[in-house]
T-cell receptor, first 112, second 117 residues
Framework: GEDVEQSLFLSVREGDSSVINCTYT??????LYWYKQEPGAGLQLLTY?????DMKQDQRLTVLLNKKDKHLSLRIADTQTGDSAIYFC????????????FGAGTRLAVHP | ETGVTQTPRHLVMGMTNKKSLKCEQH?????MYWYKQSAKKPLELMFV???????ENNSVPSRFSPECPNSSHLFLHLHTLQPEDSALYLC????????????????FGPGTRLTVL
């Protein structure tokens, strides 16, 4: 079956690192995504990782993929108040059209 | 206008009303999606249109009726809704088919906040 799970809330101090975790169930997923949703806005793609990769780094963002445990994480270094948002993990499948299976989202709150 | 736009941004309707949500994409994409976002629940994929044909309907009640007259426009017609249908309805578009992860990106509109009284 298709299921993506995330914790609902994370609070960090400004300047610290944030780690948002996600587990998924379908091992045939070809791509895994992190989307960000700011208040009053739609979702925006932050980064993605192909299933044959273990890690991807993009400036302050680091994505780690553990295929054995079906675990995906997003690390945000030097977290800023502008990073406060809801972060969604999603998996997709190749072929036909892009069906995305989303988690419930993790609300990241950054405090001074 | 750029990206994906949705109108109206907010909608309050009674259970007996009929209304429509509109989505327009200015990205030249050929696939469009409707999602429902409820508090503390995963985004639910409702409908998918690829090349103007409906390719997925995720067991959505018939009180929701999608329409895709062309590749740039998508509508969601609403009638006799229930209070539990109150949610944020998000539209997205993408370019199909594709192989790379980045090209698989779905671009989202800001959503319509729907309240059913």
């Amino acid at each position: 079956g298709e299921d993506v799970e995330q914790s609902l809330f994370l609070s960090v101090r400004e300047g610290d690192s944030s780690v948002i975790n996600c587990t998924y169930t379908d091992s045939s997923s070809t791509y895994l995504y992190w989307y960000k949703q700011e208040p009053g806005a739609g979702l925006q793609l932050l980064t993605y990782i192909f299933s044959n990769m273990d890690m991807k780094q993009d400036q302050r963002l680091t994505v780690l993929l553990n295929k054995k445990d079906k675990h995906l994480s997003l690390r945000i270094a030097d977290t800023q108040t502008g990073d406060s948002a809801i972060y969604f993990c999603a998996e997709t499948f190749s072929g036909g059209y892009n069906k995305l299976i989303f988690g419930a989202g993790t609300r990241l709150a950054v405090h001074p | 206008e750029t990206g994906v736009t949705q109108t109206p941004r907010h909608l309050v309707m009674g259970m007996t009303n009929k209304k429509s949500l509109k989505c327009e994409q200015h990205l030249g994409h050929n696939a469009m999606y409707w999602y429902k976002q409820s508090a503390k629940k995963p985004l639910e994929l409702m409908f998918v249109y690829s090349l103007e044909e409906r390719v997925e309907n995720n067991s959505v009640p018939s009180r929701f009726s999608p329409e895709c007259p062309n590749s740039s426009h998508l509508f969601l017609h609403l009638h006799t809704l229930q209070p539990e249908d109150s949610a944020l309805y998000l539209c997205a578009s993408s370019q199909e088919p594709s192989l790379s992860g980045r090209d698989n990106e779905q671009f989202f509109g800001p959503g319509t906040r729907l309240t059913v009284l």
